[in-house]
């Protein structure tokens, strides 16, 4: 289980100010293995992210996980349908464009994932992916810190 710092909100509600998107979000994975949740939603319409896990490869946040990149999904690219349909984040915060950007915690293999959203169709530039970037090393940072087992 993961507790949320207030570090770790004030990054991802700055992050989502200085990139103009939607919404920021963080996911952890519970243990080795396990399903990935979500804990802090930066932008959200609704508290109902906290109630939603994900597998490893399914949706746009778990194929991040699963290749250990950034994976992209976009109205404007092929293939992103069923990414967006899969990602019950994407479908209950009506988001058309996101970001999802694999961390490790650990060191090891990606065990958490930072997901930019918008609710209209953007392309991310970018330097909107580096900085996402930097800011999801950051956070895979602070989320070992904060690990309660």
Wanted: glycine share 8%.
């Amino acid at each position: 289980m993961l507790e949320i710092t207030d570090e770790m909100r004030k990054t991802l509600d700055q992050l989502r100010d200085h990139i103009y998107v939607d919404l920021t979000a963080l996911a952890l994975m519970s243990k080795p293995g396990g399903s990935l949740q979500w804990y802090y939603a930066s932008g959200s319409r609704s508290e109902r992210y906290r109630r939603i896990s994900f597998k490893v490869g399914h949706g746009i946040a778990g194929m991040a996980v699963r290749l250990g990149r950034t994976v992209t999904v976009s109205a404007l690219l092929s293939g992103s349908i069923r990414l967006r349909q899969e990602c019950a984040l994407m479908l209950a915060e009506q988001l058309h464009s996101a970001v999802a950007i694999p961390f490790s915690s650990t060191g090891d293999l990606p065990n958490g994932v930072l997901l930019l959203g918008n609710r209209d169709v953007r392309v991310f530039t970018d330097s909107d992916v580096s900085r996402a970037t930097q800011v999801a090393e950051q956070l895979g940072q602070l989320c070992a810190h904060t690990l309660i087992l």
